[in-house]
């Protein structure tokens, strides 16, 4: 968004140093994600193509004495720190040991050991760290594979970097690449953005094994883009006169990033559905036609697109159609205990059934006779008589206008259903 506000080059950059949590198929899933959104990218990068040049980064650092290498183990490493009453933490203890490449070796930063790292970031203020604080690093693997600081920082100078933008559980990363960039030759810094969490109703950060988190999750469930993209927005920043369903162009022309809020974001589902539904009934016939085909199982196409016009008025969800139009084609699912025991045992319903099943079976089939038989025969007993025939033949309490889609069924079908339903009375 705000690279598209400034006019400036919008980079997605795959930070995949650590290839057990970047195989080909997530890699993919980001730009499969992203293209879905509707949000595009001008340039695109894979760390792993550029190992050669942080390598030859790490080179440079240890040449010029800014890094060294070590051959602790993890296990040595916690060790020491639980002597020294500490819970972990490298204490430098390669720094002056000359250790040479080998087996086991990694490559860390010599964090200066005064001073303070700096920076002001755009939504989080400013922000330092002591040097002190700070341990000596790991920057490259013992498999020579660089750590994704120095390829960021390696990355932000040679890229031109001029606005990172990201979670605020990064934070914490940005005194390491501060470091390294000026070790690298620096003299500015670009600007942060530390964007707020999405959290949870209970105001927990969103997690895989918890929540939903996957756009593709969304994208399955009925979800349209520019709804999932419209709500994603207002997470943490909003337009200045509040109207937030708007098309995106309009959001461009406002966002600002110093306007993001630094609290938490509540990821609201209930909204979510809300501006979904909004963007479904938005749909031209035709759009909704060609967005709705994934979900419409075996419904005929000519009737799918008589009733549309209803169907799309109903949806919060594109996958509720089935809920709409399963019981067209196929057995009509079973009615819950709850709806049954709601309606069906109502008194005078079983009166009801028996006069509907005895006119329909001799009724013209068209929308217009079959309502007026049913709503008729209410009229008759002066009890309800189109809520039981809907539960006997849909399976559900709501739904479509009953009538249009009756007719498409074939009598026998309807009759068969009836008598079921007056039978379990």
Known sequence: MYARHTGGTFILRIEDTDAERSQPELIDAIRDNLRWLGLDWDEEYLQSDRFDLYRAAAERFLEQGLAYRCDCSQEAVKARAEARGESGGYDGFCRDRNVGPGDGVVV???????????????????????NSVLEDFVIVRSSGVPMFHVANAYDDLDM??????????????????????????ATDQPVFAHLPLIVNEKRQKLSKRRDDVSVGDYAARGFLPEAMRNYLLTLGWGPKDDIEIRPIAEFVEQFELSDINKAPAFFDIKKLEHFNATYIRALDSESFLQASKPYRGDIPDELFTELAPGIQQRLVRLDEIPSLVDWLVGDAPEPSDADWQKVM??????????????????????????????????????????????????????????????ASLDRAVVMARLSAARARL
Do not use: Y
Not at 351 to 377: H, K, N, Q
Not at 385 to 392: D, E, G, I, K, M
């Open 108 to 130: 860390r930063f010599r964090t200066p050991d005064t001073g303070v790292i700096a920076w002001d970031d755009l939504i989080r203020g400013h922000v330092e760290f002591d």
């Open 160 to 185: 031109g970097i001029t606005h990172v933008v990201r979670g605020e559980d990064l934070v914490n990363t940005v005194p390491r690449v501060l470091l390294l960039r000026q070790a690298l030759g």
């Open 345 to 406: 045992t109502k008194p005078g319903v079983a009166e009801v059934l028996d006069l509907v099943i005895e006119r329909l079976a001799t009724s013209d089939w068209t929308p217009e006779t079959l309502e007026s038989v049913v709503l008729g025969v209410g009229s008759e007993l002066d009890a309800k008589s189109q809520l039981p025939v809907r539960l006997a033949l849909t399976g559900r309490r709501a739904g479509l206008p009953l009538f249009e889609p009756l």
